[in-house]
């Protein structure tokens, strides 16, 4: 399998918005869930937001209503609108996928992993 490729991080005040984007490579499963995790220094890697081939989607509560998660099928890539972005958003995001489970925040269920963008969030 190809990797997956983060990009769209960096550094906003609070309030600010990012687009986090990930391409992916093609995969031949029936069903994937795709996630959007992060982690901050010293801290566990948390779900953010999962969308699956059925077009479920979930969220972490932290994000409700300032986080979309979306795909573009033609292109492969899994995007993260993020808005109202607050201090406590800053870590490293990371996309992944889930095959064969539908959307869910779990990460022991996500077998392929990018390496990350940094998202910094200044007060």
């Known amino acids: 399998q190809g990797q997956l490729v983060e990009s769209g991080g960096g550094s906003v005040p609070s309030g600010g918005s990012l687009r986090l984007s990930c391409a992916a490579p093609?995969?031949?499963?029936?069903?994937?869930?795709w996630g959007w995790f992060r982690q901050a220094p010293g801290k566990e890697r948390e779900g953010v937001a999962a969308?699956?081939?059925?077009?479920?989607?979930i969220y972490a509560d932290t994000v409700k209503g300032r986080f979309t998660i979306s795909q573009d099928n033609a292109k492969n890539t899994l995007y993260l609108q993020m808005n109202s972005l607050k201090p406590e958003d800053t870590a490293m995001y990371y996309c992944?996928?889930?095959?064969?489970?539908?959307?869910?925040?779990?990460?022991?269920?996500?077998?392929?992993w990018g390496q990350g963008t940094q998202v910094t969030v200044s007060s």
């Open positions: 969308l699956d081939t059925d077009g479920n989607s």
């Open positions: 093609r995969y031949a499963y029936s069903t994937i869930s």
């Open positions: 992944a996928v889930a095959p064969n489970f539908r959307a869910n925040l779990y990460p022991v269920r996500f077998r392929y």
